[in-house]
């Protein structure tokens, strides 16, 4: 496991219970470096939406944990918001919630001189994803070949 791995995963072991607590879901963390500076990301949820409130409540919280336990070797900025609506999928909870759905695919490299696709999310596995396109195509990317994949969104 990584260093940056690491830090993600205690800060989730950290983040699990208050966000339970509060009836959110932890959605994802990350730690990634942007220009000269660390950032500590926790992406929190609840069905009706996420306020400003609510991230400052969760964020005050883990703060003070992370200031206790001062396990990042790092100076980083920590924040605490929604996903938002492009929120990628990554986990089974996010596939799960997400079958019947329309999603966007981006793959790494071409496929059939493309790298964007739009479907119904039809299946998952491990190590494929199925939609079935318009026009009733169906493909099956391997998850290793995919950049992104995010529910779609029409303004």
Do not use: H
């Not at 959110?24 to 950032?39: H, N």
């Not at 070797?73 to 997400?98: F, H, T, W």
């Amino acid at each position: 496991m990584t260093k940056r791995e690491s830090y993600e995963q205690k800060t989730e072991d950290i983040l699990n219970p208050i966000v339970d607590e509060y009836g959110f879901e932890l959605v994802d963390v990350e730690y990634v470096k942007e220009g000269s500076t660390w950032y500590l990301r926790a992406y929190i949820d609840k069905p009706d939406g996420i306020s400003i409130d609510d991230c400052e409540a969760v964020s005050r919280r883990l703060s003070d944990i992370l200031d206790e336990k001062d396990y990042i070797d790092e100076a980083y900025i920590l924040e605490v918001s929604s996903p938002g609506l492009g929120r990628p999928l990554k986990k089974e909870k996010d596939y799960k919630r997400s079958l019947g759905k329309e999603v966007e695919i981006r793959t790494y490299r071409m496929i059939e001189k493309q790298k964007e696709f739009t479907g119904i999310l039809k299946e998952y596995d491990e190590t494929t994803v199925t939609i079935e396109e318009d026009g009733g195509n169906v493909r099956t990317f391997e998850k290793a070949d995919i950049a992104l994949i995010r529910l779609a969104f029409d303004f």
